[in-house]
T-cell receptor, first 110, second 113 residues
Framework: SQQGEEDPQALSIQEGENATMNCSYK?????LQWYRQNSGRGLVHLIL?????REKHSGRLRVTLDTSKKSSSLLITASRAADTASYFC??????????FGKGTMLLVSP | NAGVTQTPKFQVLKTGQSMTLQCAQD?????MYWYRQDPGMGLRLIYY???????DKGEVPNGYNVSRLNKREFSLRLESAAPSQTSVYFC????????????FGPGTRLLVL
């Protein structure tokens, strides 16, 4: 069953704008990961944030984690058309395998 | 370094036919996974292999079998395909089990008529 739940389901923005998508989960986690999927392709790992971390950066990506609210957000700054993709959060709990959410579809228009 | 490879890329089957999806990784990873992705459902874990010689059921194992042939290869078999198994199948691997980063193959699109 899905642990992470992304919000919104779909997001449409213009190039240069920032894109923010959120992930909520239900049980305590060891880490939370974000993946990108371009249309028809496999998922690509973007960033991992551990339960004892609050914020992490990677290039134009910024991820925050609030364990008290059981939520995370992914911010993509200065979006480009090439950022058009689906974005998934995945949670790791205990010794279990990753559990993926249903994803947010991001469309960045030129 | 090819990463995770999957064959075939596309397959059309008739109901009741069988087939095996192949997956191989060249990253010396211990753990391997099979997922299916359906519209609006996200990724659902079918089976996984935490290490060579072990396999475990995931969320949706019914109708599937797996074989961890060696450390590199993990195959998924549909013994008697059903239209409900029409989906995109992804194989992934990670250095170890649990919540480690997973690396995905390009996927196999399967249509069961």
């Amino acid at each position: 069953s899905q642990q992470g739940e992304e919000d919104p389901q779909a997001l449409s923005i213009q190039e240069g704008e920032n894109a923010t998508m959120n992930c909520s989960y239900k049980t305590s986690i060891n880490n939370l990961q974000w993946y990108r999927q371009n249309s028809g392709r496999g998922l690509v790992h973007l960033i991992l944030i551990r339960s004892n971390e609050r914020e992490k950066h990677s290039g134009r990506l910024r991820v925050t984690l609030d364990t008290s609210k059981k939520s995370s957000s992914l911010l993509i700054t200065a979006s480009r058309a090439a950022d058009t993709a689906s974005y998934f959060c995945a949670t790791a709990s205990g010794y279990s395998t990753l559990t993926f959410g249903k994803g947010t579809m991001l469309l960045v228009s030129p | 370094n090819a990463g995770v490879t999957q064959t075939p890329k596309f397959q059309v089957l008739k109901t009741g036919q069988s087939m095996t999806l192949q997956c191989a990784q060249d990253m010396n990873h211990n753990s391997m996974y099979w997922y299916r992705q359906d519209p609006g459902m996200g990724l659902r874990l079918i089976y996984y292999s935490a290490s060579e010689g072990t396999t475990d059921k995931g969320e949706v194992p019914n109708g599937y079998n797996v074989s961890r042939l060696n450390k590199r290869e993990f195959s998924l078999r549909l013994e008697s395909a059903a239209p409900s198994q029409t989906s995109v199948y992804f194989c992934a691997s990670s250095s170890s089990g649990g919540g480690e980063t997973q690396y995905f193959g390009p996927g196999t699109r399967l249509l069961v008529l």
